[in-house]
């Protein structure tokens, strides 16, 4: 029985993350004004992902989607990762009531350009990156 509690509580532990945990796990930025200030100076679009403490949900975005190696070499060649907590510090206009919430935002005008609520598995969330990165240039850039 110890055993089992103590499997219980190890497992909880490596699954159940906060926003900054998540960031450090994932090599992903936590603050919205440098991230932002880190997109604009290397020209990439930030994805922010919006979670909440005890969102089964938004532990299996970033254990499961984010963490997946083919996700992590496409954000670390053309966007900055961004991992806040509903509560943190980041303009109005990204406030949701879903978790995780998450946000492609153009570097230029500090505006999302797409955005999807709740959990996306790797395959979806791929789909969304390409697309993402698709009407991000159709809008701006000429």
Do not use: H
């Not at 880190?38 to 979670?51: D, F, P």
């Not at 670390?76 to 879903?98: G, H, M, Q, W």
């Amino acid at each position: 029985m110890k055993l089992f509690l103590l499997s219980l509580m190890l497992t909880y532990g490596l699954i159940a993350t906060d926003a900054m945990d998540a960031a450090k796990k994932l090599g992903a930025e936590n603050n919205y004004a440098e991230a932002i200030a880190k997109a604009q100076k290397e020209k990439k679009m930030l994805v922010m992902v919006i979670v909440k403490k005890n969102c089964r949900w938004c532990d299996k975005i970033v254990n499961q989607t984010l963490s997946d190696e083919r996700v992590k070499k496409i954000l670390e060649k053309d966007f900055i990762t961004l991992i806040v907590d509903r509560n943190a510090r980041f303009p109005s206009e990204f406030r949701e009531n879903f978790f995780p919430s998450i946000f492609y935002i153009d570097y230029t005008t500090q505006k999302s350009v797409y955005e999807n609520v709740g959990f996306v598995g790797t395959k979806c969330f791929l789909n969304d990156l390409a697309g993402a990165l698709k009407t991000r240039n159709a809008l701006y850039e000429q």
